[in-house]
């Protein structure tokens, strides 16, 4: 099984939907984060999370919130989707305050808004 | 963080060692080189970093200049599978106390010609 798995892996849906993306991770890490990945370009930070009660906007939060429910959860929710909203979307995990170096992302989301 | 400045896209003959670039001249002292490859539309996948001496592990080796201005990275027998977007990214080490943004620029796409 995957250690880092995110649900749904695709989605279609119309501007104005509210639409929940889940990340779950058997790794035990501490860290979570959210990233967006626009055709061509890099990935750009959306929020993160150290633990369950630590919550931090990254580069390009506006237009998303996020919730962390447990320690292996983190889920990503977009309350009224645009079209420019429109990307590949990855969850990443890691214990990198406990000195790994690396963070391990999930097979992404890919969705698309009408 | 400092910025990174590496090709567009690279081709490498199956076999050969794939050398990938990247000016990081702006660089502070307690920055580390960092990086990742994407295959295909994959989650990043983390390979390998280091601050001033050169590094080697499974996947490769990561050749830092002595005025740190510059890297390079060094898969020693390209397979296709090898076939990726590169990406070089430097950051402050991770702590506990953040230092938690992966910055990904448009990276390197290495093409492995059979």
């Known amino acids: 099984d995957a250690d880092v798995t995110q649900t749904p892996r695709n989605r279609i849906t119309k501007t104005g939907k509210r639409i929940m993306l889940e990340c779950s991770q058997t790794?035990?890490?501490?860290?979570m984060y959210w990233y967006r990945q626009d055709p061509g370009l890099g990935l750009q930070l959306i929020y993160y999370?150290?633990?369950?009660?630590?919550?931090n906007k990254g580069e390009i939060s506006d237009g998303y919130s996020v919730s962390r429910q447990a320690q292996a959860k983190f889920s990503l929710s977009l309350e009224s989707a645009i079209p420019n909203q429109t990307a590949l979307y990855f969850c990443a995990t890691s214990n990198e305050g406990q000195g790994l170096n690396e963070q391990f992302f999930g097979p992404g989301t890919r969705l698309t808004v009408l | 963080d400092a910025k990174t400045t590496q090709p567009t896209s690279m081709d490498c003959a199956e076999g050969r060692a794939a050398n990938l670039p990247c000016n990081h001249s702006t660089i502070s002292g307690n920055e580390y080189v960092y990086w990742y490859r994407q295959i295909h539309s994959q989650g990043p996948q983390y390979i390998i970093h280091g601050l001033k001496n050169n590094e080697t592990n499974e996947m490769a080796s990561l050749i830092i200049t002595e005025d740190r201005k510059s890297s390079t990275l060094i898969l020693p027998h390209a397979t296709l599978r090898d076939t990726a977007v590169y990406y070089c990214i430097v950051r402050l080490a991770p702590s506990n106390f953040g230092n938690e943004k992966l910055t990904f620029g448009t990276g390197t796409r290495l093409t492995i010609i059979p």
């Open positions: 999370s150290f633990d369950v009660k630590d919550i």
């Open positions: 790794k035990g890490h501490d860290r």
